[in-house]
């Protein structure tokens, strides 16, 4: 006996995000943060064949945004202390990219205190740059988006208001970032889940950045893909402050759009990032474990880190943990 085929018709269901992760999501965009958060573990001193060999990669590779570094003020420049990364001067990008002349977007982050908007960012027709995305806490014709850190620090209240205002504003797209790398996936829904109701209604994306401080950061940004957020920071080999952000390879090996090849990653990971793993020496480690556990700034365990020899592990947690 068959089932009847005629007379009514099949009701339409909804399509969700989490009804399509495991296809793909072409309004997903991808953006690579290696060099700007990878030079906090050297204070932006990477050499141009590095810079470079993350450039050629995100171009081969498909990857939609490349974060080339801070916008820092030029005024605060002191000769020596930090690369050419921590001010990406217009003559210091081109070295690198020329005209950019691919498909691939380049970003840099504005420090919300530490950019001087009018001097340091150029009209876009004279800047090879894309994207400005805002680092900011809650307290000229670019795309913009904004990076609220530290999410994890904020009371309730306080984000709801910061939410309401930056919906008003012109950003494209605000992020969730896990600055300590110190949230659950349960945290991960909650947020993500109140930025889209915030962003969603005013026709803004959501984004997430995440840190493996508890080795949760891919994790966290499947959790974020699942719920609806459509720009995903990755870095390669996860090279970034401490603990590290999400891993570019396992990101756009999990996606499952065609455009993304996954074989520029391996190689740069391979011939570029990861021998510079024992000098930065970025990566999970106890010590970022624990400021992790602990909701604190991982500043403390890179002094640790730092110290000849490395010390006691137990009173480096009973120290942070007083």
């Known amino acids: 006996m068959t089932a009847k085929t005629g007379g009514s018709k099949a009701a339409k269901s909804k399509e969700t995000p989490a009804g399509r992760w495991v296809s793909y999501r072409p309004e997903i965009k991808v953006l690579d943060c290696t060099i700007r958060d990878g030079g906090l573990m050297n204070n932006h001193h990477f050499d141009d064949e590095i810079v470079r060999a993350v450039y050629t990669a995100c171009v081969e590779a498909g990857i939609d945004y490349m974060e080339i570094g801070y916008k820092a003020s030029s005024k605060i420049i002191v000769p020596g202390e930090h690369g050419a990364w921590k001010y990406c001067l217009e003559e210091d990008m081109r070295r690198i990219v020329g005209d950019n002349k691919t ?16 001097g340091d960012i150029r009209p876009k027709k004279e800047s090879v740059i894309d994207l400005v995305r805002v680092a900011t806490y809650i307290s000229q014709i670019y795309e913009t988006t904004v990076n609220l850190m530290a999410v ?19 950003a494209e797209a ?63 080999a996860g090279l970034g402050r401490g603990a590290g952000n999400c891993p570019m390879e396992l990101l756009i090996g999990f996606l499952k759009n065609p455009k993304y090849d996954l074989r520029p990653v391996l190689r740069c990971v391979q011939s570029s990032i990861e021998p510079m793993r024992a000098k930065l020496g970025w990566g999970f480690d106890l010590p970022y474990m624990l ?29 942070i943990w007083e």
């Open 103 to 118: 498909g691939l977007k380049l970003s840099v982050m504005a420090d919300a205190e530490r950019t001087d908007y009018h």
């Open 174 to 236: 605000i992020y969730v970032v896990d600055s300590f790398g110190v949230l659950y996936s349960e945290q991960v829904q909650h947020l993500v889940r109140k930025y889209l109701h915030y962003c969603k209604r005013a026709g803004k994306e959501v984004g997430m950045h995440a840190h493996n401080n508890l080795q949760l950061a891919f994790a966290n940004t499947i959790e974020a893909i699942v719920l609806g957020a459509n720009m995903l920071d990755g870095t390669m």
């Open 291 to 319: 400021t992790g556990l602990l909701n604190e700034h991982p500043r403390a365990a890179m002094k640790f880190k730092a110290t000849e020899p490395e010390g006691d592990i137990v009173e480096f947690y009973n120290s």
């Open 152 to 170: 994890s620090t904020v009371p309730e209240y306080e984000l709801n208001e910061g939410l309401e205002l930056l919906a008003k504003s012109e």
